[in-house]
């Protein structure tokens, strides 16, 4: 079985493998979504716990879920079936790739419309927009253009054609060569924003936010909210990672790319985090804000530094090309399953499925003004309605909820030499992950969510 090549085609080595899923793993998430997040939630507590989750959850179920996808070699749906007949167990495991489908339309959806922020800034930063701008003025920016659907939903049409465009030739064409050469780039150009962070008179207090822990800050809803973030950033929980790996060679070690990945994938987040919280209190602005943080506060960086305007539209193409890598892998398990399920050339499978995500896009389009209703849940009020309802159903429920199972079936169903023969790594290595993805992982996800809805006190 696990020689069996997928029909969509292979990465050319392990290496382009790596690269693709550090693409997927890296982008908004770690840029925009961590740093915010971060903010809303009373910062260090909140970042170790997410860490916590992405050595114990996150890299045991990545590991997982490209075991999985390489000896299924096909589209999360199929694949799930494929391996549960093969182990003989209960064909309604496909609905594990069903719901990341679904997880993948809803994550899109939105994730495109911030993806078009990006865009929009990278226009505002060449135009020499953000010089000299000041706090209120960087606020007032961001708030007039989120107030008119017209350009949001004008810059989430060419976000999703652009993904559309790159899925529709099939992943692997560009793909490689995009990413060899955005991830240094995305390095270099946070680590100057990061010496900016450091010039300001409150570095200390921006890394202190990060790094110094107060654990009394720490409430279930706030480990919910990390441990879904270990998720969203490294593409798990939905079969993204999964269909990558239904391309990947079978001699590449799958180990070794799942550390690569994470660490990676955490650095990107942290350095992000680094250049934006000096900027936010050296500047009195709140690290709570919500989703506009990374747009309010790095135009003053770029606004006050030398090269600025140059850096600014770097930095913001960069984030692109991020967001860019990242989406293709939300929309190709749909586009494989309507290939392999209906017979849809790859066109018209991309088409379908751009089409209705662009439409659920609306819904965010509206959230940051015509629909920007409130409201509460486990005592958090949220501000942008349907945006906040789509992130909080996929990254909070729909992921830990996918990964979960997939630790599950891995773990406990699919065969102990199925699962040595994929890895091929030292004895205690494999015991050890085995051990993570067949009681620790399951478990942890599982008294999180019990604790959240109170069934538990803990
Ligand atoms: N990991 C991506 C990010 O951090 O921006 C988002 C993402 C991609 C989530 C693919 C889920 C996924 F399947």
């Not at 199929?78 to 790739?97: D, V």
């Not at 300001?200 to 009394?216: A, E, H, Y």
Request: hydrophobic residues 55%.
């Amino acid at each position: 079985m696990s020689a069996k090549e997928s029909i969509h085609g292979s990465w050319s080595s392990g290496w382009a493998f790596m690269l693709a899923a550090t693409g997927s793993a890296v982008g908004l998430g770690n840029i925009w979504k961590f740093p915010y997040i971060t903010g809303q939630n009373g910062g260090a507590a909140f970042v170790m716990v997410y860490l916590l989750c992405v050595l114990l959850i996150g890299i045991p179920v990545m590991i997982a879920e490209i075991t999985l996808g390489r000896r299924g070699r096909q589209s999360p749906m199929n694949t799930m079936y494929t391996l549960a007949i093969e182990s003989g167990h209960s064909p309604l495991w496909k609905y594990l790739g069903f719901m990341g489908v679904f997880a993948g339309f809803i994550i899109l959806s939105y994730y495109s419309v911030i993806a078009g922020w990006a865009v929009y800034y990278m226009i505002l930063s060449s135009m020499s927009e953000f010089t000299g701008i000041t706090a209120a003025g960087a606020n007032a920016k961001f708030g007039n253009f989120t107030q008119d659907p017209v350009y949001l939903l004008f810059f989430h049409t060419i976000f999703m054609l652009m993904t559309m465009y790159v899925v529709s030739l099939g992943v692997r064409s560009g793909l490689e060569k995009a990413t060899k050469f955005m991830m240094p780039a995305l390095f270099v150009i946070l680590l100057i924003l990061d010496g900016y962070a450091m010039n300001t008179n409150s570095f200390d207090k921006g890394v202190g936010f990060l790094f110094q822990p107060d654990f009394s800050k720490l409430t279930w809803s706030v480990v919910l909210t990390a441990m879904g973030h270990a998720f969203f950033t490294l593409s798990l929980g939905m079969g993204a990672i999964m269909v990558y790996g239904s391309y990947m060679p079978k001699r590449a070690s799958i180990a070794k790319a799942s550390f690569v990945i994470a660490i990676a994938d955490v650095l990107v987040a942290l350095l992000a985090g680094i250049a934006i919280f000096p900027v936010v209190f050296a500047n009195g602005l709140e690290p709570s804000s919500g989703p506009g943080l990374l747009f309010i506060t790095l135009p003053l960086a770029f606004g006050h530094m030398p090269w600025g305007a140059l850096f600014g539209t770097l930095f913001f193409i960069l984030v692109t090309f991020a967001a860019w890598t990242s989406s293709i892998s939300l929309l190709e398990p749909a586009v494989t399953w309507l290939v392999e399920n209906h017979r849809f050339k790859r066109i018209k499978a991309t088409f379908v499925a751009g089409l209705i995500i662009w439409v659920l896009g609306i819904f965010t389009v509206f959230s940051f003004n015509k629909w920007a209703f409130k409201f509460t849940l486990i005592g958090k009020t949220y501000e942008n309605g349907f945006f906040n309802i789509f992130d909080i159903l996929t990254a909070n429920i729909m992921l830990p909820l996918g990964g979960m199972l997939i630790a599950i079936f891995a773990g406990w169903y699919m065969s102990q030499q199925a699962s040595r023969d994929e890895l091929e790594v030292k004895e205690w290595m494999y015991m050890t992950w085995r051990f993570l993805v067949r009681y620790i992982s399951p478990f942890a996800i599982l008294i999180v969510f019990l604790n959240v809805i109170g069934v538990i006190k803990l």
